[in-house]
């Protein structure tokens, strides 16, 4: 047992060292951007899916290629149009033939999900049937085609990018594939000093690129000790006070949370929002989560799992707002069981 513990004492350091070289790192080309980076690191030490939310020139194509060269994993990029197919993104079999030519058979020949970190460039240009081939992947982290199933490579993630200002042509992604997604980040306009120093470099400025930080294994058993990290009974019961109180029809729910929701987050969303703590703590130095932790990951693990309805809609209202109240309001449970 104290192998063990020195064990994961070691890969606690590594993970708390690799994370802040990578942030470092990621800081001399993206500016102003320190807490996104921070959340999509959460995501990816927790083996989550991520949804990014920005209008153009944020940099978030950059950021996932650089988070990518850093660690070390394969990368590729899909801009999802409304012309794409699910065997632009899965793969096809192609009849090939053999060195003599005189026999033929079918060949898989993988398409580009066929890797560690994948961008999906503006999910939502695509129609749903291409959509649900990427989000089958995502959940069963392997494709099938033609009967045959094929495994994806760990660690596998996806990053998807959405435009919040063009809608026109869209096909936004139902609620259930939606929840897919470990976090929704949403990426606000740099403040005027981090501007001023975008301004400064030149549009034409290129970037090569980085070397690899952390080792690809390494990596993974960092997800492994997350999904091995003790949590309290006290943070249990608050991650389930938070997402059930978002219910309206939930005896937990109060006046603001039954006029204004339509459907609340399901059980998925605790697990997750219980992950993501955990990895939020880890990146953090400390051994197991507090509700602190909860408290700061509440807002990107609901925000796209709690649907306003139509009150919270003609208020200006927003699903964010909503988990904020839900922060603020809700107790935590005043005693362990």
Same mark, same amino acid.
Request: include cysteine; hydrophobic fraction near 40%.
């Given at each position: 047992? +104290?192998?063990?513990?020195?064990?994961?004492?070691?890969?606690?350091?590594?993970?708390?060292?690799?994370?802040?070289?990578?942030?470092?790192?990621?800081?001399?080309?993206?500016?102003?951007?320190?807490?996104?980076?921070?959340?999509?690191?959460?995501?990816?030490?927790?083996?989550?899916?991520?949804?990014?939310?920005?209008?153009?020139?944020?940099?978030?194509?950059?950021?996932?290629?650089?988070? &990518?060269?850093?660690?070390?994993?394969?990368?590729?990029?899909?801009?999802?149009?409304?012309?794409? =197919?699910?065997?632009?993104?899965?793969?096809?079999?192609?009849?090939?033939?053999?060195?003599?030519?005189?026999?033929?058979?079918?060949?898989?020949?993988?398409?580009?999900?066929?890797? +560690?970190?994948?961008?999906?460039?503006? *999910?939502?240009?695509?129609?749903?049937?291409?959509?649900?081939?990427?989000?089958?992947? =995502?959940?069963?982290?392997?494709?099938?085609? #033609?009967?045959?199933?094929?495994?994806?490579?760990?660690?596998? *993630?996806?990053?998807?990018?959405? +435009?919040?200002?063009?809608?026109?042509?869209?096909?936004?992604?139902?609620?259930?594939?939606?929840?897919?997604?470990?976090?929704?980040?949403?990426?606000?306009?740099?403040?005027?000093?981090?501007?001023?120093?975008?301004?400064?470099?030149?549009?034409?400025?290129?970037?090569?690129?980085?070397?690899?930080?952390?080792?690809?294994?390494?990596?993974?058993?960092?997800?492994?000790?997350?999904?091995? =990290?003790? @949590?309290?009974?006290?943070?249990?019961?608050?991650? @389930?006070?938070?997402?059930?109180?978002?219910?309206?029809?939930?005896?937990?729910?109060?006046?603001?949370?039954?006029?204004?929701?339509?459907?609340?987050?399901?059980?998925? &969303?605790?697990?997750?929002? @219980?992950?993501?703590?955990?990895?939020?703590?880890?990146?953090?130095?400390?051994?197991?989560?507090?509700?602190?932790?909860?408290?700061?990951?509440?807002?990107? @693990?609901?925000?796209?799992? *709690?649907?306003? #309805?139509?009150?919270?809609?003609?208020?200006? *209202?927003?699903?964010?707002?909503?988990?904020?109240?839900?922060?603020?309001?809700?107790?935590?449970?005043?005693?362990?069981?």
């Amino acid at each position: 047992m +104290n192998d063990e513990l020195k064990a994961a004492e070691e890969t606690l350091a590594r993970l708390r060292q690799s994370c802040q070289s990578l942030q470092e790192q990621i800081s001399t080309v993206l500016i102003g951007q320190d807490e996104v980076v921070r959340l999509l690191l959460t995501s990816l030490v927790s083996g989550g899916h991520t949804l990014l939310i920005g209008v153009p020139g944020l940099a978030k194509t950059m950021m996932v290629k650089a988070l &990518a060269d850093l660690l070390g994993w394969d990368f590729r990029r899909i801009q999802f149009t409304p012309d794409l =197919m699910p065997a632009d993104i899965t793969g096809t079999e192609i009849l090939q033939a053999d060195e003599s030519g005189q026999r033929r058979s079918l060949v898989f020949h993988r398409g580009p999900v066929f890797a +560690n970190l994948l961008l999906a460039d503006e *999910i939502n240009r695509t129609p749903p049937k291409t959509q649900a081939a990427l989000l089958e992947a =995502m959940q069963e982290l392997a494709v099938t085609v #033609n009967g045959k199933t094929y495994h994806l490579p760990p660690p596998f *993630i996806v990053v998807a990018t959405q +435009n919040p200002i063009e809608q026109e042509g869209t096909y936004p992604l139902p609620e259930a594939q939606l929840d897919r997604f470990m976090l929704s980040i949403h990426l606000d306009y740099p403040s005027h000093e981090d501007e001023v120093k975008i301004a400064e470099r030149s549009i034409r400025a290129k970037w090569d690129g980085f070397k690899s930080l952390v080792n690809k294994d390494d990596f993974c058993k960092f997800t492994e000790l997350v999904d091995k =990290m003790p @949590v309290s009974r006290h943070v249990l019961e608050y991650a @389930v006070a938070l997402t059930t109180s978002s219910r309206p029809k939930d005896s937990r729910a109060d006046d603001y949370i039954r006029r204004y929701v339509a459907w609340g987050a399901g059980p998925r &969303a605790t697990q997750h929002l @219980v992950t993501a703590s955990k990895a939020s703590a880890l990146l953090d130095g400390r051994p197991t989560p507090e509700t602190k932790d909860l408290q700061r990951m509440a807002v990107p @693990v609901l925000r796209h799992r *709690i649907i306003p #309805n139509y009150n919270a809609l003609g208020e200006g *209202i927003e699903s964010g707002a909503i988990v904020k109240h839900l922060v603020e309001s809700v107790r935590e449970p005043s005693s362990t069981k």
